[in-house]
């Protein structure tokens, strides 16, 4: 059957929340479960019917209704590589150290999200990450570890999701792992000069996709950061997608 609304708008009457409500959510019930074939050689639905949410080009964030999209991807474009380093001023002599733990939010890899409702946030992330090999600081296969991290208002502190845990490890010719994880790479020591295998055998395309659920409505900062290891570090070809997704309220009973 056609859709027909709830509420008919009338000129000159104030619209209030309710009967926007109304429209809104039979729309979505409608288009997820009401629609048949018959509806679209009737044309039963358009555009005025439904909002088409906002597009902000510069961050390429789209707004709808029942949602939010943000995305971004960088190609292997030497210009557009978000570089890491170990050697900060607050952690530069204890960086290369299995203990600690300071991260660095890879460019263009986040962003800030204001939830108007209680839902969830699917994530898809995957970068080229590339751990030079350390010059002054000790050469070890070193793991730096890459992760999705969160913070609100009321937690300004970042946490780590451990779910979405990837490593990515220094590209050296030493024989001994460092770090606390060995990427199992070998050593050619017979050839002269060492053969490009010897460096870039640890190099690796790392991703993850992830839901975080039960989000209560509020302010939420998303970011991939590195836990960087090495004194030069940068992640090339990469990609970042977050999708909100709001819980619904309505139930739909059958028969």
């Not at 557009?80 to 170990?86: L, M, V």
């Not at 990450?129 to 009321?154: H, I, P, Q």
């Not at 979405?164 to 990427?183: I, L, Q, W």
């Amino acid at each position: 059957m056609s859709f027909s609304k709830p509420y008919t708008y009338v000129d000159g009457t104030v619209v209030t929340s309710t009967n926007q409500n109304l429209n809104d959510d039979a729309a979505k019930i409608y288009v997820n479960q009401g629609a048949v074939q018959a509806d679209y050689a009737d044309e039963a639905f358009d555009t005025s019917d439904i909002q088409r949410g906002e597009l902000d080009p510069i961050t390429n964030h789209h707004q709808f209704t029942s949602g939010d999209v943000w995305g971004r991807f960088n190609d292997s474009v030497a210009r557009d590589r978000s570089y890491f380093t170990s050697h900060t001023k607050t952690n530069d002599l204890v960086q290369v150290s299995n203990n600690s733990k300071q991260y660095q939010a890879l460019y263009e890899c986040g962003d800030t999200v204001v939830m108007e409702h209680d839902g969830s946030v699917f994530f898809t992330f995957g970068a080229n990450v590339v751990c030079s090999s350390n010059d002054n600081n000790t050469k070890g296969k070193w793991d730096s570890r890459v992760y999705l991290m969160f913070a609100t208002e009321t937690s300004p502190q970042p946490q780590i999701i451990q779910g979405t845990r990837c490593y990515v490890f220094e590209e050296t010719t030493a024989v001994a792992s460092a770090g606390t994880v060995d990427p199992g790479s070998v050593n050619y020591t017979s050839a002269t000069p060492l053969p490009r295998d010897d460096f870039n055998q640890n190099r690796r395309w790392v991703q993850f996709q992830w839901m975080v659920q039960n989000l209560s409505a509020g302010t939420y900062k998303f970011f991939v950061a590195v836990n960087s290891k090495v004194e030069i570090g940068f992640a090339s070809a990469r990609q970042f997608t977050m999708e909100v997704f709001y819980d619904e309220k309505f139930q739909v009973e059958e028969g």
